[in-house]
């Protein structure tokens, strides 16, 4: 029998890891910070973008997680 040859892919050989983890950090003007958690990119560039809309927020951060 003829083995099939395995795609990798780009989480390498853990199992375990099925998409990567986007966390995004609202930092607001009076020091509190807010963050969520997404698993698709764009939505969390997304938040992140309307977040930046609004006057009480200072800054926003989309960081990788896992």
Known sequence: MKEES???T???NDKR???RH?????????GEKFARVYTD???AAGFAARQKRSP???STRVVLVS
């Open 6 to 8: 395995k795609k990798r």
């Open 10 to 12: 780009a989480f390498g």
């Open 17 to 19: 890891r099925k998409h």
């Open 22 to 30: 986007w966390q995004v950090i609202v930092y607001y003007r009076d």
């Open 41 to 43: 990119r764009a939505k």
């Open 56 to 58: 009480v927020v200072k």
